[in-house]
Every structure is written in C-alpha cells, then in structure tokens.
Nanobody, 118 residues
C-alpha cells in the first residue's frame, strides 16, 4: 500500500485548505487517518474514517475539520494548525473500530506541509 498526499500550502488564519490522499494498493477494510506533526512536538491524530463512513476527530480540530474518504477539509484554520500533515492507513479489524493512535497505522504517506499565518 502506497499513499500520496497533496493539497498543503500557506494560508492566513481563518482560511481553508483541502488535503487529498490517494491510496495505491489493497484498500479492503482499511481505516484511513490523518495525522500532523509540528517541529519539536509529537505526532498528533487529527481525524480518522472507517469503510462504513464513521469518523473520529482530535479535540483540537472538532467542528473545524471534516474527513471523508480520500480527503481532509480544514476550515477556520489557526496558526497552531501549522504542521506537516500525513495520511495513513491500517487494517480496521472485523469491528471496524476507529483509532487515532499513530502506532496502529502501518502505512504512511510522505506528508504535505500546512502553514497558517496570523
């Protein structure tokens, strides 16, 4: 499985960006997630979606970000959203449980940079 992100860039606070994640390879019963990492900080779970369309969000992005299959819509961006954003995939398991724990994801993209200026 190979993942490629795109859509990052520089925006002013309050603006929007839409990140895309293209998955090459087997996708059957895979949960997809978006993570981000700012310099000097740990990688943070942003959002995840399972094959049934159920979603889960990190507390810092609830109400502002929306995940769908292959995309992350980011609205009302803040300077603290500045980070490298990564798309990731994992096997959901029979119950299609959601997770924002990064070590549970086996496949990762190369990342796309998002910079939000005040």
């Amino acid at each position: 499985v190979h993942l490629v992100e795109s859509g990052g860039g520089s925006v002013q606070a309050g603006g929007s960006l839409r990140l895309s994640c293209v998955v090459f390879g087997e996708t059957y019963r895979r949960c997809m997630g978006w993570f981000r990492q700012a310099p000097g900080l740990e990688r943070e779970g942003v959002a995840t979606i399972n094959p049934d369309g159920r979603t889960q969000y990190g507390d810092s992005v609830k109400g502002r970000f929306t995940i769908s299959q292959g995309y992350l819509q980011m609205n009302s961006l803040k300077p603290e959203d500045t980070a490298m954003y990564y798309c990731a995939a994992r096997q959901c398991g029979g119950r299609l449980l959601l997770s924002l724990t990064n070590h549970e994801y086996a496949f990762w993209g190369q990342g796309t940079q998002v910079t939000v200026s005040s």
